[in-house]
């Protein structure tokens, strides 16, 4: 990962202490996806920060992460991606240490989350303080950080889309997984049946989680599937789409519900990154026209932001809320697969991309 020259005066100026106004200079350090790149062609790039403006604050980073957005980015596949060059991130949890005009000086010192979609990867960063939502004391940065995203995303799916009563039965792709793997675990404290996919390898850790494990490389994964629910399933939660959402389709009982939330099978596929995803919701909506009982939803985590910003906000807030209580109840165990600091983001980048690992990879601050 290259690097950008940095003065000795900004270098020493990388922590400001917290100030309810910004009145001292912050620098930020700053990885940069600078276009089609491997991971070590990220950049990392020192530079002063901007004051907040009227509504904003400085959040420093104390913990962000990479999911498959970055992976998706990196390669240009991601629907609705800036033009390069960028700073990924899509969400982060940190403390305010400055606030602009209008904003309630009592936020400053506090820790909050907060959904970016790109910029969370940095030392310090600009977010509009109606964005940010509260994390208790008693939740680590880097637990509350695993479950931002992904917390919200399984809960919602689960409680908001498919709505599963307790003593269903759901499938789960990538049990494994960021998602995968909180969704299991907020299913079993609902009191749902969980079969999982993952490789061999993440049996095990699946087995821990509370849900039946199926080998998704096996050839005869969804006949192993209807073995293990003769009946048919509640739900099913698919992130892979591809061919393969059809044989998800099928595996709904009356009433069941197909929840897709992603592309992954078509990740490395050239050609338009958007043609997956409206392949995919003409297919789900050709379903829902059938007369058979059985619906198919798209889960897109921004839906609704731009009809309703306060609303899409207030539904983001309540449901972290949750998770961050089930988090600090050890209800729900965050799984972190590593800590790595924020200027090795290559190194971070490149394992989540080996899909040898359970869990999320976490970015700190540095040492």
Not at 71 to 83: E, T
Not at 89 to 96: A, K, L, R
Not at 212 to 230: C, F, Q, S
Request: with cysteine; charged share 20%; hydrophobic share 45%.
């Amino acid at each position: 990962m290259t690097s950008t020259a940095t003065s000795a005066t900004e270098s020493a100026s990388t922590t400001p202490t917290a100030t309810s106004t910004a009145t001292s200079t912050t620098f930020a350090t700053e990885i940069v996806l600078p276009g089609l790149v491997e991971p070590d062609g990220l950049q990392l790039r020192r530079r002063e920060l901007p004051a907040p403006a009227k509504g904003q604050v400085i959040l420093r980073m104390d913990a962000t992460g990479v999911s498959f957005a970055e992976q998706q980015m990196r390669r240009g596949k991601y629907y609705d991606q800036p033009s390069f060059p960028f700073v990924p991130g899509y969400d982060v949890v940190g403390t305010v240490t400055a606030a602009g005009p209008e904003v309630d000086t009592a936020l400053v010192g506090r820790r909050f989350a907060a959904v970016t979609k790109t910029g969370a990867w940095a030392s310090h960063l600009l977010v509009d303080a109606v964005d940010l939502m509260p994390v208790p004391d008693e939740v680590a940065a880097a637990d509350a950080e695993t479950v931002v995203v992904n917390g919200i995303t399984a809960w919602q799916m689960l409680h908001r889309v498919a709505k599963v009563p307790a003593g269903g039965t759901i499938v789960v792709l990538g049990a494994n997984g960021g998602v995968g793997s909180t969704l299991v675990q907020l299913a079993r404290h609902a009191g749902i049946t969980v079969i999982g996919t993952a490789s061999a390898r993440h049996h095990a850790t699946v087995r821990e989680l509370g849900a039946t494990p199926v080998d998704y490389r096996d050839p005869d994964l969804y006949a192993r599937i209807r073995e293990l629910a003769p009946d048919g399933v509640d739900a099913v939660f698919d992130h892979v789409g591809g061919a393969g959402v059809e044989q998800s389709w099928q595996l709904l009982r009356r009433g069941g519900t197909l929840v897709s939330y992603g592309t992954a099978a078509t990740k490395d596929d050239e050609g338009n990154s958007q043609l997956p995803v409206l392949k995919l919701f003409a297919r789900l909506a050709a379903w829902n026209s059938l007369p058979n009982g059985r619906s198919a939803h798209f889960y897109n985590f921004w839906a609704g932001k731009r009809r309703c910003r306060a609303s899409w906000q207030q539904r983001m807030t309540e449901d972290l809320a949750q998770v961050l209580r089930l988090v600090a109840d050890d209800v729900l165990t965050p799984r972190i697969a590593a800590r790595i600091p924020l200027s090795d983001a290559a190194a971070a980048l490149t394992l989540a991309e080996s899909h040898t690992v359970a869990g999320k990879i976490v970015i700190v601050p540095e040492a």
